[in-house]
């Protein structure tokens, strides 16, 4: 029976699944990038606009508690669910951790975002009609304004 987009928004996706350790060490840039990719195929929602390359899943990307070394902007096809401590760690002062243009429909709570240059840059044309939900996330050491 295939995934519904109802059955979807049920299903967690856990980046430990896709080989991210959380260890602080470890870049588990790609495994993340890979449980985005795996829950996109679960149900993808129409476009917000016409030939946008960015698409809205009904699942959810799970984080358990750990710190997620990244090497490069994270650019969510997923909501995003961390266990309560999970971090986003950029230690390049030069890259964002989350960059994406054309936001829509999207969820992220539970994340403490810690280094990098900005910790969410992420835009869309009609922000008021974005629904983008921001929930019990910590923001520090940022090194852009």
Known sequence: MPITCARA?????????????????TDDT???????????TLCISEQPIPGQA????????FFPNGKYRLSEPLTPTANMLGEG?????????????????????WHIAGFTFLGGRHHLNIGNPNLDTGR????????????GC
């Open 54 to 61: 960015y698409v809205f899943s009904a699942a959810t990307v």
């Open 132 to 143: 983008i939900i921001i929930d019990r996330c910590v923001f520090q050491n940022a090194a």
């Open 30 to 40: 790609q495994a993340i990038r890979q449980a985005f990719q795996a829950a996109q």
């Open 9 to 25: 928004a049920l299903t967690s996706i856990n980046v430990r699944d896709f080989g991210a350790t959380g260890d602080g060490v």
């Open 85 to 105: 401590n999970a971090i986003l760690f950029q230690p390049d002062p030069n890259t964002d951790i989350i960059s994406w243009d054309g936001a829509w429909r």
